[in-house]
């Protein structure tokens, strides 16, 4: 129970130092990228048709699809906030083992994905064109400390918002149920109640975001550090006389 709140405590000021930040909230719809991608990736696994994915400039969005069996919404409908959730755990792990261009290259590949393939809307194409501009242009141009403090500003929104979006779902669930999104979803072809869907991924993205903090106060490893913790070693022990 106390990792849990000093999780929430770190999000919370997390939250209020990134605000903080200019522009900052102009990122936060990356979270909504990653959610809405998992949603489309899903369906097309299930062999469902994705029409199309929009962006809006509050941060929310919605992914228009059809699927042949009534079923598959329910792997389709957990998709978006659990795949949110693992992607921001995944960036801190990259983080830990010094891949944040690694990273950077993930969050351009899936949006060049979702502008080319799935999102249709102005305001989704407009954001998708800024951000893969200027995380190509940080890959190609800007020094590493410069590109490091983009991908932890990345990393942070990313985190803040894959917990406060299930929460924020909690919310509305208990006030309507049938206005809570996924787990409104969820609870159409299941016997739980959208609020149990919601609090499923409050859960799930708690538990993710301690796993990323851990990462991120444990530091960054370079390649060559890890490396010398893998060699194992021979010596010898001198032999006394």
Same mark, same amino acid.
């Given at each position: 129970?106390?990792?849990?709140?000093?999780?929430?405590?770190?999000?919370?000021?997390?939250?209020?130092?990134?605000?903080?930040v200019?522009?900052?909230?102009?990122? *936060?719809?990356l979270?909504?990228?990653?959610?809405? #991608?998992?949603?489309?990736?899903?369906?097309?696994?299930l062999?469902?048709?994705?029409?199309?994915?929009?962006?809006?400039?509050?941060?929310?969005?919605?992914?228009?699809?059809?699927?042949?069996?009534r079923?598959?919404?329910?792997?389709?409908?957990?998709?978006?906030?659990?795949i949110a959730?693992?992607?921001?755990?995944?960036l801190?792990?990259? *983080?830990?083992?010094?891949?944040?261009? +690694?990273?950077?290259?993930?969050?351009?590949?899936?949006?060049?994905?979702? +502008?080319v393939?799935?999102?249709?809307?102005?305001?989704?194409?407009?954001?998708?064109?800024?951000?893969?501009t200027?995380?190509? +242009?940080?890959?190609?141009?800007?020094p590493?400390?410069?590109?490091?403090?983009y991908?932890?500003?990345?990393?942070f929104?990313?985190?803040?918002?894959?917990? #406060?979006?299930p929460?924020?779902l909690?919310?509305?669930?208990?006030?309507d149920?049938?206005k809570?999104?996924?787990?409104?979803?969820?609870?159409l072809?299941?016997?739980?109640?959208?609020?149990?869907?919601?609090?499923?991924?409050?859960l799930?993205?708690?538990?993710?975001a301690?796993?990323?903090l851990q990462y991120?106060?444990?530091?960054?490893?370079?390649?060559r550090?890890?490396?010398?913790?893998a060699e194992?070693?021979?010596?010898?022990?001198?032999?006394?006389?």
């Open positions: 129970m106390g990792k849990l709140i000093k999780t929430v405590l770190f999000l919370l000021v997390s939250a209020f130092l990134t605000h903080l200019p522009f900052s909230d102009y990122f *936060r719809s979270d909504t990228m990653i959610h809405e #991608f998992g949603h489309a990736l899903v369906t097309l696994l062999s469902g048709k994705v029409m199309y994915i929009e962006l809006y400039a509050n941060h929310s969005g919605v992914t228009y699809s059809q699927v042949s069996s079923w598959s919404l329910i792997p389709i409908s957990l998709a978006g906030y659990v959730s693992l992607f921001a755990l995944l801190f792990r990259l *983080r830990a083992v010094d891949k944040e261009r +690694l990273g950077l290259q993930l969050m351009t590949v899936v949006a060049v994905l979702s +502008l393939l799935f999102v249709r809307n102005q305001a989704g194409i407009i954001w998708l064109l800024g951000f893969i200027l995380t190509i +242009l940080m890959l190609a141009l800007a590493r400390w410069l590109r490091d403090l991908y932890l500003l990345l990393a929104l990313t985190l803040e918002e894959s917990v #406060f979006g929460f924020s909690m919310l509305y669930a208990w006030r149920a049938s809570a999104g996924d787990a409104t979803n969820l609870a072809v299941t016997p739980i109640p959208a609020i149990g869907w919601a609090l499923l991924f409050t799930i993205s708690l538990w993710c301690a796993r990323a991120f106060m444990q530091g960054r490893r370079s390649s550090e890890r490396t010398q913790r194992p070693r021979f010596d010898r022990p001198e032999s006394g006389v």
